[in-house]
């Protein structure tokens, strides 16, 4: 695929450009009023930041669980909307980056952080710290933006996602929201008035939190995975062969964010894979490939999976 042929791009690509244009237009428009803050703080909050996109807790094919709200979250109580639109995107786009996710990518995760805290934070205003219905309204309007539009919802349109799996996805969410916003205000208290025994209290308090959460999601997103196997295993028993598969795509749909899937049979004797079934439709797939040929005939012989992260050679 040309990745710079507009056309050419599918819906997810498309929004996330639009997205990416749309957080440099408002920037413009709200710099020019009230410009950018540069604090020594911002050091740290970035760290923190590489500290959050490190090794996120994983929640099946859509994103990754991490505390990365609450910098944008305390930025705002700190400097206002801009400034922390403006350094959010920056702390993101560098650390997203660093882990590989790719330029294109990491420019996306950045401007949905960015764009949420700087709409919701425009809307509520600054000083949402010396008014709480205000501040209990910019919450739930931040976690909209954020969740409901510029992260999840280019996904859930291009995957069509079922309601089951939206609901599963965003309780999740809110979960992790509450643990961010509750450890963003707190952060905010104890830099407003700071002493070195409340710094290294809440700095330590905060690990110990990030080390149970991780410990807990990782429990509960297992025990569900186990569960969907459960189901799968019931489902099957007793099945042809061809409704066995289809039961397995439909399921294994939820993990892989596949956009085609073939299943072959291994030949010992002609030292061949045979296909047996595909869901591929557009592209003609190869019916017979040798075991001494290519990623597929390396995958049979070697029996374990191989993930290739540049398709294009």
């Known amino acids: 695929m040309d990745i710079l042929n507009y056309k050419s791009w599918d819906i997810k690509r498309k929004i996330g450009f639009i ?5 440099f237009i408002f920037l413009i428009i709200f710099t020019s009023l009230r410009g950018i803050i540069l604090s020594y703080t911002l050091y740290i909050f970035f760290f923190a930041v590489l500290l959050f996109r490190f090794r996120p807790v994983p929640l099946r094919k859509y994103a990754y669980l991490s505390l990365t709200n609450s910098i944008s979250i305390l930025l705002y109580l700190l400097y206002g909307p801009v400034t922390a639109a403006f350094w959010t995107f920056i702390f993101v786009f560098i650390s997203d980056t660093i882990f590989k996710k790719g330029i294109f990518q990491a420019m996306i995760n950045g401007s949905a952080f960015a764009l949420s805290i700087l709409i919701a934070g425009s809307i509520v205003g600054s000083g949402a710290t010396d008014n709480w219905p205000r501040l209990f309204l910019f919450f739930p309007l931040h976690y909209v933006l954020q969740n409901g539009i510029f992260f999840y919802l280019p996904e859930f349109i291009s995957r069509k996602s ?3 799996e939206i609901f599963y996805i965003h309780s999740w969410e809110v979960f992790f929201y509450i643990l961010t916003a ?3 205000v707190g952060a905010y208290f104890v830099i407003a008035e700071p002493t070195l025994p409340k710094i290294l209290l ?3 308090g905060f690990l110990i939190l990030r080390w149970f959460i991780r410990i807990i999601s990782f429990d509960a997103i297992e025990g569900n995975i186990y569960k969907d ?3 799968l295993q019931s489902k099957v028993t007793k099945r042809s062969l061809e409704e066995t598969i289809k039961v397995v ?5 939820q993990y892989v964010d596949w956009t085609a899937l073939n299943l072959f049979r291994i030949n010992h004797e002609k030292e061949e894979l045979h296909l047996i079934y595909t869901t591929n439709e557009e592209n003609e797939v190869v019916d017979t490939i040798p075991l001494s ?3 597929t005939g390396r995958c049979a012989r070697e029996g374990t999976p ?3 992260r540049d398709t294009s050679a």
């Open 19 to 23: 997205q990416i244009l749309l957080y």
């Open 162 to 164: 079922k309601r089951g």
């Open 182 to 184: 509750v450890t963003a």
């Open 202 to 204: 809440s700095a330590v």
């Open 229 to 231: 196997l459960i189901k």
């Open 249 to 253: 795509v439909s399921y294994s749909n």
């Open 293 to 295: 040929e290519g990623i």
């Open 306 to 308: 191989i993930i290739i």
